[in-house]
């Protein structure tokens, strides 16, 4: 079956330590996506990718660093400079980025320690 | 630039009523329009789109109108069941930006 697969689903961060969250889609997507949610509130723009070896910062990118290697895969790192980090975060594709579906991932909650 | 404003929550609602959920965009050109369906602890799921004015998208029973001339997007459903308490998100993509745009979000709980 064709989707979205983001792992672990529940993660948890030390102090001052680096963690990277797994997204993986093979959807034969071009676009890739990574939003923050925090309980009660919307979703908002980490980072996103238009093609592979190219991604561009959304509203809340401090903290936060991604790399686009391969088509597949879009994984985000939260940073130890990253002071709040503990949140719901989901990832998604789309064919392109205009006027076209996203479709998510069953997302990560990261928490801190 | 383009947003989206949605009705805030939460929304409580008895078995078998009538949903309305408003949402409003602000956007230059002609975007696309979705509303999506996030239940507790996991991903948003597409539940309709609407591409162009006047196109109605429907799923599952629910319905949403383009409606351009007041720039909106309402989802309603005739007959709400428990199965559909959830927490629903208007969204716009425009035709020549670059992101997504997501409403808050709209809580719905179905008592029996």
């Known amino acids: 079956d064709g989707g979205i697969t983001q792992s672990p689903k529940y993660l948890f961060r030390k102090e001052g330590q680096n963690v990277t969250l797994s997204c993986e889609q093979n959807l034969n997507h071009d676009a890739m996506y990574w939003y923050r949610q925090d309980p009660g509130q919307g979703l908002r723009l980490i980072y996103y990718?238009?093609?592979?070896?190219?991604?561009q910062k959304g509203d809340i990118a401090e903290g936060y660093s991604v790399s686009r290697e391969k088509k597949e895969s879009f994984p985000l790192t939260v940073t130890s400079a990253q002071k709040n980090p503990t949140a719901f975060y989901l990832c998604a594709s789309s064919i392109a980025v205009a006027k076209n579906i996203q479709y998510f991932g069953a997302g990560t909650r990261l928490s801190v320690l | 630039g383009d947003s989206v404003t949605q009705m805030e929550g939460p929304v409580t609602l008895s078995e078998e009523a009538f949903l309305t959920i408003n949402c409003t965009y602000t956007?230059?050109?002609?975007?696309?329009l979705f509303w999506y369906v996030q239940y507790p602890g996991e991903g948003l799921q597409l539940l309709l789109k609407?591409?162009?004015?006047?196109d109605k998208g429907s799923n599952k029973g629910f319905e949403a109108t383009y409606r351009k001339e007041t720039t909106s997007f309402h989802l309603e459903k005739g007959s709400v069941q428990v199965s559909d308490s959830a927490v629903y998100f208007c969204?716009?993509?425009?035709?020549?930006?670059?992101?997504?745009?997501f409403g808050t979000g709209t809580s719905l709980t179905v008592i029996p």
């Open positions: 969204a716009l993509s425009g035709d020549t930006g670059n992101q997504f745009y």
């Open positions: 956007a230059t050109g002609y975007p696309s």
């Open positions: 609407a591409t162009k004015a006047d």
């Open positions: 990718s238009q093609i592979v070896n190219d991604f």
